[in-house]
Structure formats: structure tokens, C-alpha cells
Antibody, heavy 122, light 113 residues
Framework: DVQLVQSGAEVKKPGESLKISCKAS????????IAWVREMPGKGLEWMGI????????RYSPSFQGQVTISVDKSITTSYLQWSSLKASDTAMYYC???????????????WGQGTLVTVSS | DIVMTQSPDSLVVSLGERATINCKSS????????????LAWYQQKPGQPPELLFY???TREFGVPERFSGSGSGTDFTLTISSLQAEDVAVYFC?????????FGGGTKVEIK
């Protein structure tokens, strides 16, 4: 079975850095893009960007370009989402999701992680 | 960006009755290469991540009950639950994947009357 297991909830202060993870199993990790999706209360779901584990190629939504970094360590089948300086407005649930990868990463998502709640507050 | 607008925001339906959710895109999501629509539907139950229901607007994901159906083309799409069950209480989202950035509808919350 495909599984994406994310790291636990985080509480951080504005200005701090953070890296959350998404551990994949049950499939060939380098064959599918991994996407990151933000869910803010009352604001629905927002696609942040994708990474191809095979070559670490990343593509970001313009809304998130320069705000976060998506990376991958294929030796441990894990993708990461990181911030260098958090803001209160980064408070949200973050999901990783496996792209079906039929359309070169711009696809539907056929498996999701359980989500990581990030709270940024002074 | 392609804006996805869902209606209604919430829906209260009796058990066994039909639930209909609409999703409208600000531009066509028809994928010319295969003449299919780049539209997916997800179900998100309380406290859980979204789960895929349909892709290409009407292709049912493995394991999705047949009481769920997806339809539509171009800019107008519908998710129908033919006979609502208690376990269908959830928020339902549409998503387009024809153009970047990929975008989601705002969600429709389905509750039992």
C-alpha cells in the first residue's frame, strides 16, 4: 500500500526556521512527483509546488516561490518542506501528496499524507 | 490562475437522498491531447486528509462506491451522491490540473438532515 507519513505538529515563533517531512513507502519513490498543499481554515486547499524525486527538479506556485523550499532525499524516500523565517500567516495544515504523474507532475493526487499542523505564534 | 468556484458552500441532505455539488472553472479545463477534462474530485472527512474520488472528471478511483458519480465538461462539473449515507459526511473539493498553478475549489460541506 502507498503510504505517506508526515512529521508531527510544530509550534514555532515568528522568524524561526522549520523543516517538515513526508516519508513515502509502498511504491517506487522516484517514479512519482510529490506535491505540497496548504490548507488554511476557511481558505480551502492551495497547491504550493512539486518535486520529482528522480532528479530533485522542483516547480513552485508563484504564490509560494521564494517563500518555501521543497526538497527530497531519495535515499530515505522522504520529501521536505522548509521555511527559513516563519510568519504568523504560515499557520496552517500542510499536506504532502503523491501526484499520479500522468501529466508530468501537473496531475491529480492519488495518495495524501496525514498532514502536519504548523502553528506560528509569538 | 484558473479559479474554481463550488456551489453550494454547504448542503444538508436526508439519508438516502441525492446530493449534488457543482464546480465551475473560470476557463475551460478540456485537455486537448485526449479530449478529457482535467478535473478531479476529493472527499475530506473530518480530521482526515483528502481522498481522491474522481479524475478526468468522471473516472472513478478504485474503491469509490458507485453511488458517487462525476460528470460535466468544459467549465461546468458536477459530483453526485445518488443515495447519501452517513459515512459520506465530509467536505468535497474539486481541483483542476490543466494549468499551473493547480487550483482547488473552496469546498462543499455535506451534512445529514
Amino acid at each position: 500500500d502507498v503510504q505517506l507519513v508526515q512529521s508531527g505538529a510544530e509550534v514555532k515563533k515568528p522568524g524561526e526556521s522549520l523543516k517538515i517531512s513526508c516519508k513515502a513507502s509502498g511504491y517506487s519513490f522516484t517514479s512519482n512527483y510529490i506535491a505540497w498543499v496548504r490548507e488554511m481554515p476557511g481558505k480551502g486547499l492551495e497547491w504550493m509546488g512539486i518535486i520529482y524525486p528522480g532528479d530533485s527538479q522542483t516547480r513552485y506556485s508563484p504564490s509560494f516561490q521564494g517563500q518555501v523550499t521543497i526538497s527530497v532525499d531519495k535515499s530515505i524516500t522522504t520529501s521536505y518542506l522548509q521555511w527559513s523565517s516563519l510568519k504568523a500567516s504560515d499557520t496552517a495544515m500542510y499536506y504532502c501528496a503523491r501526484s499520479s504523474s500522468v501529466l508530468d507532475g501537473y496531475d491529480w493526487f492519488d495518495s495524501w499524507g496525514q498532514g502536519t499542523l504548523v502553528t506560528v505564534s509569538s | 490562475d484558473i479559479v474554481m468556484t463550488q456551489s453550494p458552500d454547504s448542503l444538508v441532505v436526508s439519508l438516502g437522498e441525492r446530493a449534488t455539488i457543482n464546480c465551475k472553472s473560470s476557463q475551460s479545463v478540456l485537455y486537448s491531447s485526449n479530449n478529457k477534462n482535467c478535473l478531479a474530485w476529493y472527499q475530506q472527512k473530518p480530521g482526515q486528509p483528502p481522498e481522491l474520488l474522481f479524475y478526468w472528471a468522471s473516472t472513478r478511483e478504485f474503491g469509490v462506491p458507485e453511488r458517487f458519480s462525476g460528470s460535466g465538461s468544459g467549465t461546468d462539473f458536477t459530483l453526485t451522491i445518488s443515495s447519501l449515507q452517513a459515512e459520506d459526511v465530509a467536505v468535497y473539493f474539486c481541483q483542476q490540473y490543466c494549468a499551473t498553478p493547480l487550483t482547488f475549489g473552496g469546498g462543499t460541506k455535506v451534512e445529514i438532515k
